[in-house]
């Protein structure tokens, strides 16, 4: 499709569970980001990957959270040992890192429609 | 460290009336955008706004960008129940490394009624 897939739309998990969540970006966007929207929040940054390096992590609440993009297109965003406090819509959004000919870069970001964790 | 802050947070308007929601960021910012998220939905791309005094407008919306007093607004003319969402403004890190990574304001949830 042409836009921003995640899968799966809907997770439930038992706490202690290990969760993967995964990412298909827009065919030619170098720049991926992973977002964390808990209810009634705006999204809050977790990582960014330009191709397959992973070039801020700064965002990732523990070390439980890992995510990787080995060929630099769809990425996997994995969580382990699942917490009830990790319950959220995990959004994944592209860009394009350089802009088109001629034009000015807006630096827009493409969202998915988002997975959405619930721990029990 | 950025801060984005919305207000109002709620927002019930009538149909037909106008109202304007504010977007105040805390530090200096190079592009500002605007999206809308109905709810279960992902968020939809609204307005760009990429300089001082920039401002765009689609259909009844109106976006606005004041980087000097960091502050940006978006202006609903003559209400109508299709624009009930809840809308988000983000801010992106000026210069030096920055790599298009957007923090976000907590969300205008806007309820249209007859």
């Known amino acids: 499709g042409a836009g921003v897939s995640q899968s799966p739309r809907y997770k439930v998990a038992k706490r202690g569970q290990d969760v993967a969540l995964r990412c298909d970006p827009i065919s030619g966007h170098v720049s991926l980001f992973w977002y964390q929207q808990a209810l009634g929040q705006g999204p809050e940054f977790l990582t960014y990957?330009?191709?397959?390096?992973?070039?801020?992590k700064s965002g990732l609440p523990s070390d439980r959270f890992f995510a990787e993009r080995p060929e630099g297109s769809v990425s996997t965003l994995k969580i382990q040992r699942t917490q009830q406090e990790d319950s959220a819509v995990y959004l994944c959004?592209?860009?394009?890192?350089?802009?088109?000919?001629?034009?000015?870069?807006?630096?827009?970001?493409?969202f998915g429609e988002g997975s959405r964790l619930t721990v029990l | 460290e950025l801060k984005v802050e919305q207000n109002p947070l709620f927002l019930s308007m009538q149909e037909g009336k106008n109202y304007t929601i504010y977007c105040n960021y805390s530090t200096t910012s190079d592009r500002l955008y605007w999206y809308r998220q109905d709810p279960g939905k992902s968020l939809e791309s609204l307005f760009v706004?990429?300089?001082?005094?920039a401002v765009k407008q689609e259909g009844r919306l109106m976006a606005s960008l004041d980087t000097k007093a960091r502050l940006s607004t978006l202006h609903i003319t003559a209400a109508v129940h299709d624009l009930s969402a809840t809308y988000f403004c983000a801010v992106r890190t000026a210069g030096g490394t920055s790599y298009g990574k957007l923090t976000f304001g907590q969300g205008t949830i806007l309820t249209v009624h007859p």
């Open positions: 706004l990429l300089s001082n005094g």
């Open positions: 959004a592209s860009s394009l890192a350089l802009s088109p000919a001629g034009l000015p870069n807006t630096g827009e970001l493409f």
């Open positions: 990957f330009q191709n397959e390096a992973q070039l801020d």
